[in-house]
């Protein structure tokens, strides 16, 4: 048995709880350096796939700059009109581009205007044509170009510190060579930037950013809610199993439905209910068997009473000494001492069996205990017990049973005969307790002592006790080293005993 509860406490990691929140943390932890550049890969592939058929009109900066520079190259040594013939070719492939050539001596030879550009003519100081170029962009912008009629240092520097920044892209070359000057001028193409590349959209991307990493963290917390719900339910329905009786007061067992941590948990549980159980059955067991042994033994020992009663008797008849008679004296009272035991046995077990019929009627408590003290009366000046009866003449109604009453008042009279004998009192009065008025019996013996010599099997009080419970009254005890004072009061139909 113990080997097997050994194996089974050896869960394989895969089915562990721990195995799975390990993974859950896993993939939290791997989601930034892992999951996101992922996603992003797979974004840059999409866009691109989608933006294949999308290319720019006129390629690329790249594209635009090889084809200027290779065009100025092959145009090395060529006329005036034949890189005038080139360009207005080459324009007619791009229209919305604009095109002018510089000679070596700095004068603009010729321009020609781009779709969408309009040329706005103005005459400088030395009486020169100027043209300023004005654009008219796709985002709605307008914005210009100015060509001087003659360049020179000051306004080619300044030209090209716009050009760097500025839509359209500027493009400059010198013919013959674009990294170098050769002596023949250079030429000078400007083409709107949005025809030259696909506009990303920053917010798009930021928007599928966004979304992917909220679809992940929300996938995240789904699966660690869904972990521990799962918990949480497992763990309520054992809480409900535990809490939830069968018909013997015992909670049922529950299914195993997973072999992990929870799973040994209710596998446990269900071995403690199997123990219970079976403690429940020897308890009933020997429960049964002691009432049959102080049923049998009871009946028993009435025999053998009554035939030594009966011999005592006859001796009453014979001529004794006097220490024999006080010997036969001494064995009457522990006769009727046995006879009361074996009474008190078979009162207990018919209690505890509930088998005890008794009888609630309305009766005066108070003619009751008159009517015990006073067959009680010869027995305690005998002992030569101080007396003190206290009730007043008006009756107690108390809901109850009276032959019941009766025998809860003898075993506490003779409770205090057996273990009070020390104090030589006995108080019998009445007393308000709780909005009620009770019985009081008190002694002024040394009080209930734990290890008294004199303590008896306690079969009495346990009496006393069951009898108040089932006929719904009370019961108080206050012990010191100075007596004990037992309380009966009513209880208004609430039923059991209040110990103090």
Known sequence: MDQKQSGRRKLRFGRSLMSRYILLILAAVLFVPVILPIMSIIYVVVVNNTNMNQ??????????????????????????????????????????????????????????????????????????????????????????????????????????????????????????????DRGQGFMVIEVPRSLLQIQSNGLMELLYLGIVMTLIFLIFIIMSILFFARIRKRLIRLQTAMMTTGKEGLPLPVDIRRSDEIGQLEESFNQMVHQLS?????????????????????????????????????????????????????????????????????????????????????????????????????????????????????????????????????NLFQNVIRHADSGKYIGISTQEIQGETAIVIQDRGPGMQPNSDTKGTGLGLSIVDLLIREMGLRKRVDSSDTGVQTYIYSGKGNRGTTNR
């Not at 205007?113 to 005459?123: A, I, K, Q, R, Y």
């Not at 403690?279 to 053998?304: C, F, M, N, V, Y």
Request: charged share 30%; aromatic share 6%; no cysteine.
């Open 55 to 180: 290319a720019a009109p006129y390629g690329d900066v790249t594209r635009i700059s090889d084809l200027w520079s290779h065009e100025a190259k092959n145009l090395d040594g060529a006329s005036d009109n034949e890189i005038k013939a080139r360009l207005e070719l080459l324009h007619g492939s791009y229209p919305k581009s604009s095109m002018y050539r510089v000679n070596v001596n700095g004068e603009t030879l010729f321009i020609l205007g781009g779709e969408d550009v309009t040329l706005m003519n103005s005459t400088s100081p030395d009486g020169r044509t100027d043209t300023t170029l004005r654009w008219s962009l796709d985002s709605g912008q307008t914005t210009e170009t100015y060509i001087p009629a003659l360049w020179n240092a000051n306004n080619t520097v300044q030209f090209m510190k716009e050009a760097s920044s500025r839509d359209p892209l500027t493009v400059v070359a010198y013919i013959g060579g674009d990294e170098q």
């Open 278 to 410: 079976d403690s429940r059955h020897r308890e009933r067991e020997e429960e049964q068997l002691r009432k049959r042994l102080i049923a049998g033994l009871s009946h028993d020992l009435r025999t053998p009473l009554t035939v030594i009663r009966g011999h005592m008797h006859a001796l009453h008849k014979e001529e004794l000494s006097e220490q024999g008679d006080r010997s036969l004296h001494r064995m009457e009272a522990k006769m009727e001492d046995l006879g009361g035991l074996i009474d008190n046995m078979l009162s207990y077990n018919l209690l505890t069996s509930g088998k005890y019929t008794l009888k609630l009627e309305e009766k005066d408590i108070l003619r009751i205990v008159r009517e015990m003290a006073a067959a009680w009366y010869p027995v305690w000046e005998k002992e030569q017990f101080e007396i003190d009866i206290d009730l007043p003449e008006e009756p107690l109604i108390w809901h109850m049973d009276e032959q019941g009453m009766r025998r809860i008042l003898d």
